[in-house]
Every structure is written in structure tokens, then in C-alpha cells.
């Protein structure tokens, strides 16, 4: 009997099941009214049911024990590769060469290729029976097929991995790798790229990190903070600019120069310029000049004493402090360091006998 | 502030002249190679307890 798949067939198939007296009497419409509130009760069970989604039907996929087999890749398998029985629902392959050229076919010949370099593991729900093994030849290599369920996909673990990765992208945002390895032997690394920036942050015991860089432009900022740091460079370049940091702050623009002049300064007065350093930043003083000028062109031919000054508020020190005749300038072998908030001044003191002008400079950078 | 005392404060420019005048206060000259031109102001007892600004820009008195 075929199930009524509408109420029109529905009653189409009551109606042929009524006896000729019920016909007759016409007695039937009550028992169809009965039948009806059944059936309409019975549709919007199915209705809602198939809503919810509680008549889907899914493929019984049995749990099977997983089998390892076992292949000598020294000798190759051509197309379409070697038959070999197995019964289960997903791949997992491993191998001490590599998955390069290393092709299965599920069920038969004629199907699509599994590439397993691209894919693996592979689950194959409907399962299989047989498969088919296509590879290149890799002396004296192994590949084993864990072959079981697909929910059972054997776990992978690597004690020897050789990582060869090709990348060609038009645009490659972020490659962040994150290695924490006892040994690494050996990472090469060949981009060819119209424009790099790679930030390489090392931190480890024993570094060496022979670097060989063939660029029409080449910006290479090292920075490099270490107990015993040897440093052998070989640049065959046209030019070549290596600074030391005062000159790379006037490159950068970070470099700051002071000046003031004063007239009229007697014996014991000074001209200064006083500068306080941001909040953030620290001033690095390279070095102080001044000079001393006669008032009057009588008074060239007298001594103009005087001494030059480095003063901040946070140390609290005149350095350096010299004395000059007439003018002077030294630079610093190495910079004074004012923190920020400090307060510096670069003065000229005069000790001459009579007034004079009196012109002072500072200069440093800051960072 | 003025533009100029800001620059100042942040340490936007290379160079600085500080011109005393008869008065004690001061002009403040700030250059940069990062921006045109320079800025100006006068300004009595700079970085002092009673720092006051007398003048921008053209540092002629207010």
C-alpha cells in the first residue's frame, strides 16, 4: 500500500476503502470527520518534526580498529598506482622523506587523485575499500598510511621535520614564526621582494648569524645589546654611511642646538641658555662653546677670563667645567645624560677686568 | 599656550636662541628643520616659579 503523501490522497484513499452500505447510508462523514482530526494531528506532528530537523537522516559510520600499512618508497609507482586492500574512512600518512609526488586513488583507478603533500589527513566518510598508491621514487624512504575512522585520525609526531616553505604572494601582510627549538641547524632565508621590513628579535645564548644582504637600497638598523659582541663586516657598496649617534640624531632631526648672546656682562656675570627636557624624552649633551668680546675697542688688548659651564638639576654638577681666554669649546667623549623633566644650562662666565659680550652655545640630542 | 611655548614643551625643534633683554625677561627663538619658519614669544623667568608669557609670535611686547 502506498502511503497517502496529501489529505486529498488521503481521502481519496478512505473513500476506496468504504463498503457500499456505507456509501449508501451516507454515514461515512462522521467517521472521515474523526479520521480527519487523526490525520490533521498526525501532518503537524511531521510538520514540526521536519522543522526541527528531527527527521534528517545520517549515514551510520561503523567505528573500525585502525591498521597501519607500511611502503618502501625507494622504487616508484607509476599511474594510477599500485592496488592495495583497505577497508576504512579516512588517511593519515607519514613518512621520513616526503609527501611530494605521493598520490592515492579511493575505490578505483578512474578516481580523483589524493594528493597527500596537499591533504592530510584525508577523512572520507563513505568509506572505502581499496586504494591505489602513485609515488616518486625516495631511497631508502618509508611512507606509512594509518588507515581507520574518520574521527580516529592518527596523531603526528615529529622528531625529525625538514621545512621547505615557497611562498609567491603579490602581498604578504604578517609572517610571525615562533621558534623554540634545543638545536636549529641551519634556516635559510632567500625573499626576493621589491620592498622587505623584517624586525628580527634573537635572544639566546650563542648567536651567529652570518647575513648576506644584495640591495640597491639597504637601511640596516642593529641593534645590539651584549656582554662580548664581535662584529665582522664585509660591505662592498658605492657609498656607505656609518654613524655614530650624535651624527645619525642630526640625521634623524633629533639633534637640538642652543645659543645666547649677552652684552654688558661684568666681571663675575654670566650668559646662559637653559633648556628643561620634555617628559618622555632624554637629552644627550655632545658639547659647549663660547666666546668672550671686548665692549670697547680699547679694552681688545686685555685678558677676557672666563670659564664655560654644563649645569642640570639632575645631577646636580658643572660638568664639564674649563676655563678659556677669550673663547673656547670642547665636545664630549661622551655625552651627558639629562633625564626628563631636568632642567640644563649652558653658561659663559666672564672673569674679564672689564664689561664684554658674551656668546654661548650647547649643543646634543635627544631621544 | 602658544604654539611656539608648545613646541618648546614637547621638544618639537633643533635649535634655540634665548635674546635677554634690559628688562630680564627674554625671547625665545625656536627653529626646526621639520617645519617652516620659526617661532616666537617673550617670556619672563622661563622654567622659573613665576614663568609668565609676555608676547607671542612677534615677540614685541603685549
Keep these: 500500500m502506498t502511503l497517502p503523501r496529501s489529505p486529498a490522497e488521503y481521502y481519496r484513499q478512505v473513500g476506496d476503502k468504504l463498503s457500499w452500505f456505507e456509501r449508501l447510508i451516507d454515514d461515512s462523514t462522521s467517521f472521515d470527520e474523526r479520521q480527519n482530526i487523526t490525520n490533521l494531528l498526525l501532518m503537524e506532528i511531521l510538520k514540526e518534526s521536519s522543522q526541527k530537523g528531527d527527521l534528517t537522516t545520517h549515514p551510520t559510520i561503523p567505528y573500525i580498529k585502525g591498521v597501519v600499512k607500511e611502503f618502501d618508497l625507494t622504487t616508484a609507482r607509476l599511474d594510477p598506482g599500485e592496488p592495495f586492500d583497505a577497508v576504512g574512512y579516512g588517511i593519515t600518512a607519514i613518512t621520513d622523506g616526503s609527501l611530494d609526488g605521493i598520490i592515492v586513488r579511493i575505490n578505483n583507478q578512474g578516481s580523483d587523485p589524493i594528493t597527500l603533500a596537499e ?116 660591505i662592498e657598496a658605492q657609498s656607505v654611511g656609518i654613524y655614530l649617534q650624535p651624527e645619525w640624531a642630526a640625521l634623524q632631526g633629533t639633534d637640538k642646538n642652543f645659543e645666547s648672546g649677552w652684552t654688558n656682562l661684568a666681571f663675575g656675570e654670566y650668559a646662559y641658555v637653559t633648556y628643561s627636557v620634555p617628559e618622555g624624552k632624554t637629552f644627550y649633551i655632545c658639547g659647549i662653546s663660547g666666546g668672550l668680546r671686548p665692549s670697547a675697542a680699547g679694552n681688545a688688548e686685555k685678558m677676557l677670563f672666563g670659564t664655560l659651564d654644563v649645569y642640570d638639576t639632575g645631577s646636580g654638577l658643572f660638568a664639564p667645567h674649563i676655563g678659556i681666554l677669550g673663547g673656547g669649546s670642547i665636545v664630549l667623549s661622551k655625552p651627558k645624560v639629562v633625564a626628563a623633566t631636568k632642567v640644563v644650562q649652558f653658561s659663559l662666565t666672564s672673569y674679564a677686568a672689564d664689561t664684554v659680550v658674551g656668546n654661548v652655545t650647547g649643543w646634543g640630542y635627544e631621544l | 599656550m602658544t604654539n611656539g611655548r608648545d613646541k618648546l614643551r614637547t621638544g618639537d625643534f633643533n635649535d634655540m636662541k634665548q635674546d635677554p633683554l634690559p628688562d630680564g625677561s627674554m625671547i625665545v627663538t625656536l627653529t626646526s628643520r621639520k617645519w617652516e619658519g620659526s617661532e ?21 611686547p603685549l
Excluded: H, W
Excluded at chain 1, 584525508?122 to 588507515?147: R, S, V, W
Excluded at chain 1, 634573537?202 to 638598523?221: E, K, R, S
Design chain 1, 119 to 234: 591533504v592530510n589527513p584525508f577523512p572520507y566518510p563513505p568509506g572505502f575499500t581499496q586504494l591505489f598508491l602513485e609515488n616518486t621514487a625516495q631511497a631508502g624512504k618509508y611512507l606509512k598510511l594509518y588507515i581507520g575512522s574518520p574521527n580516529a585520525i592518527a596523531s603526528i609526531e615529529l622528531t625529525s621535520v625538514t621545512f621547505a616553505i615557497d611562498l609567491v604572494a603579490q602581498t604578504l601582510g604578517n609572517l610571525s614564526i615562533d621558534i623554540a627549538a634545543q638545536s636549529i641547524e641551519n634556516i635559510d632565508i632567500n625573499i626576493n621582494t621589491a620592498a622587505i621590513m623584517m624586525p628580527v628579535d634573537i635572544q639566546c645564548v650563542y648567536v651567529m648569524m652570518p647575513v648576506d644582504i644584495q640591495g640597491q637600497y639597504v637601511t640596516l638598523d642593529i641593534n645590539i645589546k651584549a656582554q662580548d659582541v664581535t662584529i665582522n663586516m664585509d
Design chain 2, 40 to 60: 616666537r614669544f617673550r617670556v619672563r623667568d622661563l622654567y622659573g616659579k613665576n614663568e609668565e608669557l609676555l608676547d607671542i609670535e612677534t615677540g614685541e
